[in-house]
C-alpha cells in the first residue's frame, strides 16, 4: 500500500506527470480544510499543551490573523497553526525579554498568557 498526500490541484499536477500514475492510483479521500473556528480550537489546543492561555482581548487577534494567513499560499491546515503558534510564541519570549531588560523581573503570570501584542507583533 502506497499512500499520497497533498492538495488536489498539487496533486493532479504530480498524477499528470506520468500518464500512468492516475491508474496506480484509483481511490481518491478528500479531505476539506479546518474552518476559522476549528483553527482557532487547534490553536487553543496548542495552548493547554503548554499550560499557556489567551488573553480575553487576544481572541479576536487571533482569528483575524487565522483568517488573513490561511489564505496565503501553502498554509497548510493545522500545520499552519502550528507554524502561527510558534511564532506567537517567540513574540511572548521577545516580550518577556523586553520586561526583564525594562524591569529587571516580569510576573508568572505575564510568562502563563499569550496577548494581542504577541498575535499583533508577527503579522
Wanted: no cysteine; proline share 1%.
Amino acid at each position: 500500500m502506497v499512500i499520497i498526500a497533498g492538495y488536489s490541484t498539487d496533486m493532479d499536477r504530480f498524477l499528470a506527470k506520468n500518464q500512468g500514475l492516475v491508474s496506480r492510483f484509483p481511490n481518491e479521500i478528500l479531505f476539506e480544510d479546518y474552518s476559522l473556528e476549528e483553527m482557532v480550537l487547534i490553536f487553543k489546543g496548542m495552548l493547554k499543551k503548554g499550560n499557556l492561555q489567551l488573553a480575553e482581548d487576544a481572541e479576536e487577534a487571533l482569528a483575524e490573523l487565522i483568517d488573513v494567513k490561511r489564505k496565503e499560499d501553502g498554509f497548510g491546515n493545522a500545520r499552519g497553526v502550528r507554524n502561527i503558534f510558534d511564532a506567537v510564541q517567540k513574540q511572548k519570549n521577545v516580550r518577556l525579554h523586553r520586561m526583564l531588560m525594562e524591569n529587571g523581573t516580569f510576573s508568572a503570570e505575564s510568562a502563563q498568557f499569550i496577548v494581542k501584542e504577541d498575535i499583533e507583533a508577527i503579522w
